[in-house]
Every structure is written in C-alpha cells, then in structure tokens.
C-alpha cells in the first residue's frame, strides 16, 4: 500500500504569518500534488511537480509556493498566510493513474 | 461552470437500503474516473477506477458504471452500514501525463439506523 504523511495535521497562525506544510511520500513516485479542499468546492490542485527539483503551477497557485527537495518530499509554503487560506490540504502522489492521498493538514489562519 | 457535477448533493437512507449517487461531467479528455470515500475531515480513499468507453466494477458492496459517450456515472452502494456515512466523491482524470484530476464537490451520504 502507498504511503503518503503529512505534517503538521493542525496548524494554526496569525495573518501574515510563514506557514510550511510537508509531505513525504515513501513511494519512489515522480509525481506529487498539493490541493485544497473548501466547502462547495471539489479539491483544487495548487502546486504539484513531477520530480525532485521541478514545480509546476496548478489551478490556484495564487499565495502559494511549493518545492520539491527530494523524490519523496514535497513542501508548500504560505509566506504571508491570509484568512482565505484558512482550508484542508492535502498531498498526493502518483504512479500510473492512481493517486494516494495523505491525511490532510488543517489550517487556520486568524 | 462545473465540470463535475453530482447529484444529490446529500442523502439520508436507514441502514440496509441501497442508494445510488450520480456524477455528470463535461471534462475532456476523460481518460478515466474514480469514485473516492472520504470521512469527515479524513483523506480520500479510493472505491474503484473506470476506464473503459463502457465500464462496470464491483468492489464489495459498491459497484460503479461508466458511461463516456453519456458522459455519465454512478455508483450504487447495497445494503448500507452505519459505517458508509461519508462524502463520495467523483473524480475525472485526463489522459495526459500530468495526472491532472478535476474533482466534483461531492455527495453526502447518511446512513441512520
């Protein structure tokens, strides 16, 4: 079975505020995805990379960065975190068509 | 406009009914779609994958249809537990080699006793 972890799984910042999320897959995928899950919304892709060192944009990349360090993580990054980032995220990767999603991490930006 | 689209967007059944959840879409390509089961706050895991122009899948107590001329499936859950209160989620992937995914915002399911 696929594994794929995130960390934190809650956080909580100020507005303005520098959050890092991480994900390690233990997999050996090349790709890796970051979304957001919103009420009244299906998960939207922000970030994802196929590989260490590569980043490509997603549907809404705006606020955000990722970077990918190694094959197995995957880090995105809120310099200036703003209340509508307030959301549930969560990593992925992928082999194939199948996708293995992590835990998700809640945050709250106050 | 959404490109996925499910119906209904909730659902209350008693423990040990049937029901089926409806996803419509309009991504194209559609290379295939997955039907995913999320608890509250959980990640997603996934149900069954459809390829096929034409595509069935049994997978326990939940079997799934595929139609891409239609562009239409549906996933039918038998003899509903407690334990399949969830959002089911349809997703439709694209064939290239991104994996890009579009996502519908999903189906509510509660299962009373």
């Known amino acids: 079975e696929a594994a794929v972890t995130q960390s934190p799984r809650n956080k909580v910042t100020v507005t303005g505020g520098n959050v890092t999320l991480s994900c390690r897959q233990t997999?050996?995928?090349?790709?890796m995805y970051w979304y957001r899950q919103d009420t009244g919304h299906g998960l939207r892709l922000i970030h994802y990379?196929?590989?260490?060192?590569?980043?490509q944009i997603g549907d809404v990349p705006d606020g955000y960065k990722a970077t990918r360090t190694t094959q197995e993580d995957f880090f995105l990054l809120l310099e200036l975190a703003s209340p509508s980032q307030t959301s549930l995220y969560f990593c992925?990767?992928?082999?194939?068509?199948?996708?293995?999603f992590g835990p998700g991490t809640r945050l709250t930006v106050l | 406009k959404t490109q996925v689209e499910q119906s209904p967007q909730s659902l209350v059944v008693r423990q040990g009914e049937n029901c089926v959840l409806q996803?419509?879409?309009?991504?194209?390509?559609?290379?295939?779609l997955r039907w995913f089961k999320q608890d509250t706050g959980k990640g997603l895991v996934s149900l069954t994958v459809?390829?096929?122009?034409?595509d069935k899948t049994s997978n326990g107590r939940y079997s799934a249809t595929l139609d891409k001329d239609a562009k239409h499936s549906t996933l039918h859950i038998t003899a509903t537990l407690l334990d399949d209160t969830a959002t089911y989620i349809c997703?439709?992937?694209?064939?290239?080699?991104?994996?890009?995914?579009?996502f519908g915002d999903g189906t509510v399911l509660t299962v009373k006793p």
């Open positions: 992925a990767s992928r082999t194939g068509y199948e996708q293995y």
């Open positions: 997999n050996s995928h090349n790709y």
């Open positions: 990379s196929y590989g260490a060192g590569n980043l």
């Open positions: 996803c419509n879409y309009s991504v194209t390509p559609d290379n295939h």
């Open positions: 459809l390829v096929d122009q034409k």
């Open positions: 997703v439709v992937g694209a064939s290239t080699n991104t994996g890009k995914l579009t």
